[in-house]
């Protein structure tokens, strides 16, 4: 058995050169399912030599006769199967799973797909029956940088590239669900299709997911790190218009208090640009803020501003207070008082 990340199955797929077995382990179906199209499509199977069960229902028996079979004027018979997570323990249906796997034939590319993590972890029969020929990929969710990098992999694919700030906003208005993104993708492609302008920005990400020019989510966000007082009072009573709850503008605040504050204290200790970027958190796009540390708040009255906040929090937790609007505004003018 070996162990093969995207970048070795990239160039299988790309080579046309495929291990006859291959087990797709992990939780993230959707990326599953997209490996396999495009082995699919690089192997061009026909309807004789392409066969596709499911664990739960299928017949093990004439399955693995199948797999045993050379293919049909064809160099590689290709076979799916999924959710072997179905099958009981000790079964015989599971049994000759794994007695094929031990020993698979040459001229099939059999995938078998694994779809619970929790149980494969504790359960490795099948891991452990792959001869040296099986191959064992990991499919797991997608996060940060990797999540990054498969997003810009889909836009080039489709000639368009990303605003940063509107690539953080796909992946959090989507909460990073994989599937979910490569809708408003394909939504973001169609629209500009005939567009000269081939970068995808912020404003057109919020478009498609459905906000309106008034319901920018980051409005006060973006308000707070660009130090403008009026657009972040504007912005809290837009937002509780909209319906947004009074705990969640303070959680906005509270991110920009607190990065604002990390920005100043490792300015003030003399750190460069990019140790700041590092060591305070901030995304790429994000350096830009380093230049404005000398128009922030002094790290005193963030201080301040966090006490407040904290205060708060307390309070609309407990339904205390009865004008979320003006606590809100009171603790931007103290942010804004410098």
């Known amino acids: 058995m070996s162990v093969k990340d995207f970048d070795r199955l990239k160039k299988d797929i790309s080579s046309g050169s495929f291990a006859p077995v291959y087990l797709f382990t992990g939780d993230n179906i959707y990326l599953k399912q997209e490996y396999i199209a495009k082995i699919k499509e690089a192997l061009k199977p026909d309807d004789f030599n ?14 693995i006769c199948l797999a045993n079979t050379a293919p049909v004027f064809n160099p590689t018979r290709l076979i799916i199967l999924n959710n072997a997570d179905k099958f009981k323990k000790n079964s015989n249906a599971l049994k000759a799973l ?7 034939c040459l001229t099939t590319c059999f995938i ?9 972890k ?34 080039k694919e489709a000639g368009f590239t990303f605003e940063q700030e509107a690539l953080f906003a796909l992946v959090d208005l989507t909460g990073g669900n994989m599937q979910a993104i490569k809708t408003e993708l394909d939504k973001l492609f169609l629209y500009k299709q005939s567009s000269a302008n081939k970068k995808i920005t912020q404003e057109e990400i919020l478009s498609s997911i459905g906000f309106n020019k008034e319901e920018n989510p980051y409005a006060l966000s ?25 705990v969640s503008l303070l959680a906005q605040i509270t991110m920009c208090a607190e990065k604002m504050f990390r920005i100043k204290h490792l300015v003030n200790a003399g750190l460069s640009a990019s140790e ?36 708060a929090d307390m309070g609309f937790k407990s339904s205390s207070l009865n004008e979320p609007s003006i606590v809100l505004k009171g603790i931007l003018l103290s942010l804004f008082s410098r």
């Open 222 to 246: 973006n308000a707070i790190m660009d130090g403008s007082k009026t657009l972040a009072l504007k912005a809290v009573d837009n937002m509780l218009k909209e319906g947004q709850t009074p």
């Open 122 to 155: 504790k359960d490795k029969v099948l891991e452990n029956s792959l001869s040296d020929l099986g191959v064992l990929i990991d499919f797991t969710d997608l996060k940060g940088l990797a999540l990054n990098s498969w997003i810009n992999e889909k836009a």
């Open 98 to 104: 794994c007695g094929y796997l031990e020993n698979p």
């Open 112 to 120: 078998v797909l694994h779809n619970d993590s929790k149980k494969s």
């Open 50 to 63: 392409f066969q596709k069960e499911d664990a739960s229902s299928c017949d093990m028996a004439s399955l």
């Open 276 to 311: 700041i970027v590092e060591y305070a958190g901030l995304f790429p796009w994000e350096s830009r803020l380093v230049a404005k540390a000398g128009s922030m708040p002094s790290e005193q009255t963030l201080l301040k501003t966090l006490d407040r906040i904290i205060e």
